[in-house]
C-alpha cells in the first residue's frame, strides 16, 4: 500500500486561520497555518522512525532468542544512547568535537591546539573514551572550548536534579 493512500497518524485541515491539528481522528490542538505542515510533518516522520526502531528491535531479540517482551525496554536504551547528552564526559567530548569542527581543524592540528593549553595528547585521548574529567583539566579546558570553569564543572557534574534522575534509571 502506498503511502499517500493510508492514513497518517497526524494530520490537519486549513478551513480556518488556525488550522486544527488531529491524532489519529481525535482533535487534538490548533496551529498556526504556516506552522501546521512543518509540525505535522515533523510528527508523522517521528512515528515512522518510532516504528521503524520497535520492527528493529523486536528483529533483534528474535534473532538472539530473547523475549520480546523487552521490545519497549530496548527502544529506551536505544534512544538515550542516541540522545545529546547533557553532562559528563561524553558532553564534554561532544563540545570539544564541535570545537574541532569551529576551528576547522584535522584530529592532529586540534590535539597539537589542545597541548599547547596543557591538555596533552593522553589527557585528550582519555576524555574522548569517557575516563573521569579531574579538577585540575577544567581551566585549560574552559580556555579551549571558551567557556567559563563554573559552566563547564556544570556539564561535567550535571545538577543534582539530574544526576537524582540518572540514579533512578
Known sequence: MSLHNEILDWECSSKT??????????LVGFFKQEYASEVIKFLNEEAVLTKALKIACTD???KTGGDTS???QMMKKYIKISERPKYGTRAIA???GERQKELD???QEFTKFCDT????PTELNNIYAGEVVDDILLAPL???L?????HLLQVRDGSEEETESMSKN
Request: net charge positive.
Open 17 to 26: 486561520p488556525y488550522i486544527p491539528i488531529y491524532h489519529k481522528g481525535d
Open 60 to 62: 533483534l531479540i528474535r
Open 70 to 72: 523487552q521490545v519497549k
Open 94 to 96: 561532544l563540545l570539544l
Open 105 to 107: 581543524l584535522n584530529s
Open 117 to 120: 593549553f596543557k591538555i596533552s
Open 142 to 144: 574552559s580556555r579551549i
Open 146 to 150: 571558551g567557556i567559563s570553569k563554573e
